[in-house]
Structures are given as structure tokens and as C-alpha cells.
């Protein structure tokens, strides 16, 4: 106890606001990468199959979500959130809270991981999806049993790859007001100059990426065998 009070007097001072903190960065990324995950496999296929020489080929539908998925991706995170307040204040009736962060989190969540699916799929032995054509496999059939089923090694890794980047992205949030540790770290470490909290609000983060990754690694490793 000694020794926490000597290095982390701060910290010491506020352990359920820490807690709090925790739970709130846990909720962002947990709905974030379920609603973001499930749009950005959906927006990813569709750029997939709907590219020149794709399965279902419509030009101007891949060349109009190509660019905004381009154009999404290129808005630095901290600038989308200020431009998205309106928005914000739309869906949820506020700009400031976890649940508010949400809405930001998740448009500049979906268009990273579509791209990344994308990618995943783009891997998959073109051989293979001519033969389920030859086959006669309907389109459908091609997108779950081929695709979808061919990459699953590939879309657990970038998976893991975006669940990381949302723990970073709701840290970048709490300078927003968003809640969370990024929050704690900027009202409590920054602007009071208690480094002892901005650094265990890093630690904490660190944990949660090293554990996320470490069940990624198991997923990945059962799906592989």
C-alpha cells in the first residue's frame, strides 16, 4: 500500500472511477466491433462481388462504395467526430457519453474493416469460385460457401486487427468527452498533470489489447487445424 501511495497517490484516490472507466471502454468496444463487424462483412462482400469480373458485377455500385469507403478511411478519427455531432445528436440525443461515441466509432470502424474483408476475400483461389459457378452455386451460395468459408483464417486475423484499433479509437474519443480510460486519462492525467493516472489508464489498455489479441491467436489457431 506504501508503495502505491507513493507512486500512484492519484490512483489510489479514485479506484471506482478506474473501474467505471473500464467498463465504459469495454461497452464502446464491445458494441462497436459487434454492430461495426457485422456492417463492415456486409459492405466488404458487397465490394468484392460487385467489382469488375465479380459475381454480381455492377460497376457504379463498387465504384460509388469504393470512394466513400476511401474517402471514410482518409477523415482522421477526431476530426469525424466533430463532424458528425449533428448526426450524433440525432441518433442518441446527445454528442457526449459512451453511448454517443458509439455513432462515430462506428462509421470509422465499418469502412476499415469492409476494406479489410475485402482484402480477406480477394484471397480466396479464384479456381475455386469458377468451379462452384460450374457447378451451378447460386451467388448466395458462392458468398457463404466459398468466400466467406474459404477466408474464415483471414477474417478472424483482421478481425483481431480491428478490435484493437477500436480500443485505441475509444481512448481518442475520450478526448471528446466520450467516457471511458481516454476520457479519465485527459480530465484526470492531462489536465491535472497526474501522470500517475494517464499511466495505469495506458496499462489498463495495454492489458485489454494483450488479451484481445490472445484470444484472436487461440480463434485463429482452432480455425486454422
Same mark, same amino acid.
Given at each position: ?9 492519484? !490512483?489510489?484516490?479514485?479506484?471506482? *472511477?478506474?473501474?467505471?472507466? @473500464? ?16 456492417? /463492415?462483412?456486409?459492405?466488404?462482400? =458487397? ?9 454480381? *458485377?455492377?460497376? !457504379? @455500385?463498387?465504384?460509388?462504395? +469504393? ?7 482518409? &477523415?482522421?478519427?477526431?476530426?469525424? &467526430?466533430?463532424? $458528425?455531432?449533428? !448526426?450524433?445528436? $440525432?441518433?442518441?440525443?446527445?454528442? &457526449? ?9 462506428? #462509421? /470509422?470502424?465499418?469502412?476499415?474493416? %469492409? ?7 480477394? *484471397? ?5 469460385? *469458377?468451379?462452384?459457378? %460450374? ?38 474519443? /475520450? %478526448? @471528446?468527452?466520450?467516457? /471511458? $480510460?481516454?476520457? =479519465?486519462?485527459? @480530465? ?7 501522470? +500517475? ?10 492489458? $485489454? !489489447?494483450? #488479451? ?14
Amino acid at each position: 500500500m506504501n508503495f502505491l501511495e507513493t507512486y500512484f497517490p492519484n !490512483v489510489v484516490e479514485i479506484p471506482d *472511477e478506474f473501474i467505471k472507466a @473500464t467498463q465504459e471502454t469495454l461497452y464502446m468496444t464491445f458494441w462497436t466491433s459487434l454492430i461495426a463487424g457485422i456492417l /463492415g462483412v456486409f459492405f466488404g462482400v =458487397l465490394l468484392v462481388v460487385t467489382r469488375p469480373g465479380g459475381i454480381l *458485377e455492377q460497376r !457504379v @455500385t463498387f465504384y460509388i462504395l +469504393d470512394q466513400i469507403v476511401n474517402i471514410v478511411r482518409s &477523415i482522421p478519427f477526431i476530426i469525424l &467526430i466533430s463532424l $458528425l455531432v449533428v !448526426v450524433t445528436r $440525432l441518433i442518441v440525443g446527445t454528442s &457526449i457519453g459512451v453511448k454517443a461515441a458509439l455513432v462515430p466509432l462506428i #462509421i /470509422g470502424v465499418v469502412p476499415f474493416f %469492409a476494406r479489410q474483408i475485402e482484402i480477406a476475400l480477394l *484471397e480466396v483461389d479464384p479456381g475455386v469460385i *469458377e468451379a462452384a459457378e %460450374a457447378m451451378g452455386t447460386s451467388p448466395l451460395g458462392i458468398i457463404f460457401r466459398v468466400y466467406l468459408k474459404e477466408s474464415l483464417a483471414g477474417i478472424a486475423r483482421v478481425s483481431a486487427l480491428t478490435i484493437i484499433n477500436v480500443i485505441g479509437l475509444t481512448a481518442m474519443a /475520450g %478526448a @471528446t468527452g466520450a467516457g /471511458g $480510460l481516454g476520457s =479519465l486519462s485527459i @480530465t484526470r492525467g492531462h489536465n491535472r498533470f497526474q501522470t +500517475d493516472v494517464t499511466f495505469v489508464a495506458m496499462i489498463i489498455i495495454l492489458i $485489454l !489489447v494483450f #488479451i484481445s489479441q490472445a484470444i484472436s491467436n487461440l480463434i485463429i489457431k482452432k480455425i486454422s487445424h
